[in-house]
């Protein structure tokens, strides 16, 4: 979920940066079909939501694999 998180935040980070250079990502182009306004909240949205999955998801296996291997000796 981390992963997924990551590349959706930095998708809605990088077509924020991009609109002020006038320029659009083509994966987010169709975005600009309902006007100026959707495309900021979906833009937005998708920088808030892969924030949330990044930073709620689960640890990193090595992490998890720790966990058990901690609980395991006590």
């Known amino acids: 979920m981390k992963r997924i998180g990551s590349i959706m935040a930095l998708l809605g980070i990088v077509a924020v940066v991009m609109n002020y250079l006038d320029r659009v990502p083509r994966l ?39 966990a058990k291997i901690e609980s395991k000796e006590e």
């Not at 600009?32 to 709620?56: Q, R």
Request: proline share 3%.
């Open 28 to 66: 987010l182009m169709w975005i600009y079909n309902w006007g100026d306004t959707t495309a900021w909240i979906i833009k937005i949205g998708l920088i808030v939501v892969g924030a949330a999955l990044y930073f709620l998801g689960p640890k990193e296996e090595e992490d998890v694999e720790e």
